[in-house]
């Protein structure tokens, strides 16, 4: 499904094209970078998972989008929401390149998310955020973003458990 650019101070936040994919995957399938993703990450990506993740431009339920720098046009990270059934609660997750970290590129994706959701009538937002990402859980109270739940999740292609937090955001 696609969406409307988003536009923050320094970022355009443009919808997934299937040529993002592979940026995506170098993000996603870092061990540091995709630490906290619940997706294990691989050593090597097959012509199946490539395809896969191409697909994500046309995904009719969630909102895939590449955060890109709006003077240089780089690619510093992904974003993406899902939206309730009823359009009332916003789901927004994000990721940023390693080299980028701590510039407050994360907390600029999250507004601009945030604010999307509020111009279009959504009524709260959530984020879902590892215990132990000191980073994520920083830019959800940065927010003001407050926890909602804690639940146990397991990584895909790990055994062992991890906390999470659901944030919740009433807008």
């Known amino acids: 499904m696609r969406v409307e650019t988003i536009e923050t101070e320094r970022l355009n936040l443009r919808p997934f094209e299937r ?23 691989m050593e090597e990506v097959s012509d199946e998972y490539l395809r896969m993740i191409e697909d994500l431009a046309d995904d009719e339920e969630c909102y895939y989008m590449i955060a890109e720098h709006k003077e240089t046009h780089e690619r510093i990270g992904t974003c993406s929401f899902i939206l309730s059934e009823d359009g009332t609660t916003m789901d927004i997750a994000y990721c ?10 994360a907390t600029e994706m999250a507004r601009g998310m945030v604010e999307y959701a509020r111009t279009h009538g959504v009524k709260k937002v959530t984020i879902q955020i590892a215990k ?14 407050t926890v909602a ?22 807008l």
């Open 132 to 145: 132990d990402n000191a980073g994520s859980n920083g830019v959800a109270r940065k927010l003001g973003c």
């Open 96 to 105: 940023v390149l390693k080299k980028l970290w701590r510039n407050g590129y």
């Open 149 to 170: 739940e804690e639940k146990t999740c397991v990584k895909r292609g790990e055994e062992k458990p991890h906390t999470v937090y659901r944030y919740e955001l009433a």
């Open 19 to 41: 040529t993002d994919a592979r940026f995506a995957i170098s993000i996603w399938n870092d061990k540091e970078m995709g630490e906290y993703l619940l997706d294990e990450a």
